[in-house]
């Protein structure tokens, strides 16, 4: 599968085409980085959400803050050691 940011150009493209493209592959795929990004804060914040009927000291926290990294691992926004792309 080519990579979002690889537009095939020929040499019979106008250049403006050319430029939309390559424009119209960055915003895609920056839309799928926001989409994880929202996905990773929404599953911290269920993790940090307690129920009322919930015991103390569930390791909830602990379970969202490794979902939600390895949903931005999976996106490709961070390296495994944390640090980001």
């Known amino acids: 599968m080519p990579k979002?940011?690889?537009?095939?150009?020929?040499?019979?493209?106008?250049p403006l085409e050319v430029e939309l493209n390559l424009l119209k592959a960055r915003v895609g795929k920056a839309e799928k980085q926001i989409e994880a990004l929202a996905e990773a804060a929404l599953t911290l914040?269920?993790?940090l959400e307690a129920?009322?009927?919930?015991?103390?000291?569930?390791?909830?926290?602990?379970?969202?803050a490794r979902l939600a990294h390895e949903?931005?691992?999976?996106?490709?926004?961070?390296?495994?050691g944390g640090d980001t792309a």
């Open 45 to 47: 914040a269920r993790g």
């Open 4 to 14: 979002p940011d690889a537009v095939p150009a020929t040499e019979e493209m106008p």
């Open 71 to 80: 949903l931005l691992l999976a996106a490709g926004l961070i390296r495994s």
């Open 51 to 64: 129920g009322p009927m919930e015991e103390p000291g569930q390791m909830h926290p602990e379970q969202a």
